[in-house]
């Protein structure tokens, strides 16, 4: 599907061509290019405003290069980034989705966007990948400041809980690749899911929780419940959410 | 939905096999080999094999042993496997003091530096944590279970070795990557700080390793199925050289032997002074050694050394007080493979030191057997047989499968698009019409 030219021409892509179910098996391993280190993503293919394909693929020329500061991880339609891209637009952030179709409905709305309104939503991005496989492979150490997890699958089976994005084993990679006192941010509406994710950032060396006063001085906690498609859902069905936002914090070692 | 086997790494028939491991004694006061369920040692200061005596757990290894190691003090030994069991042996009376049990088979093992605690890794990637007892005689307490420090999230874990100073547990997969995470004071809580990602190589990695020059510098290195290997900068994750040994076999072995899948790297080996690393590569038959430029940080070509055409070694080894590098190769699991055939092949090069290269012998070299040091009495404790003959046919057996193996083990299979859309047929769970 293209869009044409500058001006009124970019039409927003219909959600109802790109329809996926909501689940994919992220133990499969897909068949999408993973960039073998962070020095390999090529960012000109993602904000081409702010570097020029000509000149090399990731800024590294410039002074002090533009880095990506926030990723959410599992972004489904995007409602979340284009919520957040007029809230910080000189910060660099990009979308991590496991399902092709969606990722190339979110691929347009952006496209669409940026026609429709020149001069922004140049600093979102989406990308098909596996984050639970590759973040890595992405971002450096340190590198990002926040990190979204919003609804993600509950997987209820026992058995199925090692598949959940949140557990132990990843937070030490999420850790890895969060600076110091970069946020995390957790939402979901199934309660289980909600304990299971707040319990893990507790019992995690490398997080600490955020205090209630600190969180409803953020202007992107209410982002979480109102700008998703999912979250809109819940909103509808008049269900509870249960929220989970930890700081990443060092570990003074002896 | 997705309960269907996917826990199950996708491999083929040709994966059962498991390749023949040698391991030396830092002190060089023995060696042990490990052929399917069978573990060999021999003392060399002795000169005679030793009887393992194993009557903890009640049972020796009875399925393929997949990881072995000497503890740095080498004071310990390990081994563990496909029986879901760690085994934990000293060295000095070769009784097993410790039988771990493992939920799922195990990949890799790895002892601390300081002895008191053993790591395993099983084929899920995660890490387990065993504490150990100094003292042999005491009963194992019952609580003393293993505890979950780390993982690398639904892959198999290749590798695993501390580095030398005890602060890191590097930790290689088949998804490329290698991750150095610092290993605490007290790891029960689990190793949650990574310290670095080393990524760059393009395929499984098979095998890594530390090597210094100095107390305070080391380095870590690192082969793998893209048939290169690295030296890396592991505190910050910098690549520092990589060298191509497909270019060199290349040129070495002209066109028709250069197929990708086959250059794999099976193993490396650093000497005891750093500057030389020894490579084992899946289908070649010899050994390359590479000089290791600690200083400039370079790795560069050195010499090959060819052995006879049927022997491709499958693991090397190398102790800190010896020049002497053991290679065996040799592999079980074979399709009709009597357990009568679990036959290794030993062979030792000597000189495995830089400055031998220089002076007037022939420098590094391939021992004949009647100069292996207590020449018969090892030859046939590590290899079960002495009769050549008999050994060729099964060891011709084994560099087939040798040849195709490593690859299917390790890389994921990929089915075509219409094979996939043909297994897709046979789910049962479909509720939405897309």
Request: charge should be positive; aromatic fraction near 12%; glycine fraction near 12%.
């Given at each position: 599907m293209t869009t044409n030219g500058a001006g009124g021409g970019a039409k927003l892509p219909r959600k109802r061509f790109y329809r996926a179910r909501a689940h994919s098996n992220p133990l499969s391993d897909s068949h999408f290019p993973v960039p073998i280190s962070p020095e390999e993503v090529d960012l000109s293919q993602h904000y081409p405003r702010y570097f020029?394909?000509?000149?090399?693929?990731?800024?590294?020329?410039?002074?002090?290069?533009?880095?990506?500061?926030?990723?959410?991880?599992?972004?489904?339609?995007?409602?979340?980034?284009v919520g957040l891209s007029p809230l910080f637009p000189d910060t660099l952030m990009i979308g991590m989705e496991l399902r092709d179709k969606v990722t190339e409905y979110v691929k347009e709305r952006i496209l669409a966007l940026r026609a429709a309104n020149p001069g922004q939503y140049d600093?979102?991005?989406?990308?098909?990948?596996?984050?639970?496989?590759?973040?890595?492979?992405?971002?450096?150490?340190?590198?990002?400041?926040?990190?979204?997890?919003l609804f993600p699958d509950p997987h209820f089976k026992e058995k199925n809980h090692r598949r959940r994005v949140i557990s132990m084993q990843l937070l030490d990679e999420y850790a890895y690749v969060m600076e110091v006192g970069g946020i995390i941010y957790t939402i979901t509406d199934v309660e289980e899911?909600?304990?299971?994710?707040?319990?893990?950032?507790?019992k995690h060396p490398l997080f600490e929780t955020v205090p209630e006063e600190e969180i409803k001085a953020d202007p992107v906690f209410k982002l979480l419940s109102t700008a998703t498609e999912e979250s809109q859902k819940v909103a509808r069905n008049g269900g509870q959410t249960f929220h989970a936002i930890f700081r990443r914090i060092s570990l003074q070692e002896e | 939905m997705e309960d269907t086997a996917v826990e199950e790494p996708e491999v083929s028939g040709a994966a059962e096999f498991a390749p023949a491991l040698v391991a030396a004694h830092p002190h060089g006061n023995s060696v042990a080999v490990a052929i399917g369920p069978e573990l060999r040692a021999f003392d060399l200061r002795a000169g005679l094999p030793v009887s393992l005596s194993d009557e903890c757990g009640g049972r020796s290894h009875s399925d393929a042993i997949r990881a072995i190691c000497f503890s740095v003090s080498g004071a310990l030994f390990a081994s563990a496997g496909d029986d879901k069991l760690v085994k934990v042996w000293k060295t000095d009376s070769w009784r097993c003091i410790r039988t771990i049990t493992s939920e799922k088979r195990v990949s890799a093992v790895a002892i601390s530096i300081n002895d008191l605690y053993v790591t395993f890794a099983d084929k899920f990637g995660v890490v387990w944590l065993v504490t150990l007892w100094e003292d042999s005689a005491e009963q194992v307490s019952v609580d003393n279970k293993p505890v979950s420090i780390l993982g690398h999230y639904c892959s198999i874990i290749t590798s695993m070795k501390f580095s030398p100073d005890g602060r890191f547990i590097a930790t290689a997969d088949r998804d490329f990557k290698i991750r150095v995470t610092l290993f605490p004071k007290n790891p029960l809580k689990g190793?949650?700080?990574?310290?670095?990602?080393?990524?760059?190589h393009t395929d499984f990695v098979s095998c890594i390793t530390f090597t210094s020059i100095s107390e305070n510098q080391s380095f870590l290195i690192s082969g793998g199925g893209d048939s290169t290997v690295r030296l890396w900068d592991y505190v910050n994750g910098c690549l520092l050289d990589t060298f191509q040994v497909r270019d060199k076999m290349g040129e070495l072995l002209g066109p028709n032997e250069t197929d990708d899948s086959s250059l794999a790297i099976a193993d490396i080996c650093p000497s005891n002074d750093g500057s030389l690393v020894a490579v084992a590569i899946q289908s070649f038959s010899g050994v390359m050694l590479l000089a290791c430029d600690l200083v400039g940080k370079k790795l560069s070509f050195l010499k090959v050394i060819t052995m006879e055409k049927s022997y491709i070694p499958t693991s090397l080894a190398s102790s800190l007080s010896s020049e002497l590098l053991w290679t065996v190769m040799g592999a079980s699991n074979m399709p009709n493979q009597a357990s009568s055939h679990l036959l290794t092949r030993v062979r030792i090069i000597t000189s495995f030191q830089k400055d031998r290269l220089s002076s007037d012998d022939a420098g590094p070299a391939t021992l004949e057997d009647s100069d292996v040091p207590h020449d018969e009495k090892l030859l046939l404790a590590l290899q079960g047989s002495l009769d050549v003959t008999k050994q060729e046919e099964v060891l011709a057996s084994v560099l087939a499968a040798l040849k195709v193996s490593m690859h299917k083990m390790l890389v994921k299979k990929h089915y075509s698009e219409e094979r996939r859309e043909q297994r897709k047929r046979g789910r049962n769970d479909k509720k939405i019409k897309n």
């Open positions: 020029p394909a000509d000149k090399g693929g990731d800024g590294e020329e410039a002074a002090a290069p533009r880095r990506i500061r926030f990723a959410d991880v599992g972004c489904g339609f995007g409602g979340l980034l600093n979102i991005s989406v990308v098909r990948t596996n984050s639970m496989k590759y973040i890595p492979n992405y971002f450096r150490k340190a590198q990002l400041t926040k990190m979204f997890f899911l909600g304990e299971w994710m707040r319990s893990c950032l507790e | 190793a949650h700080e990574i310290q670095s990602f080393c990524l760059g």
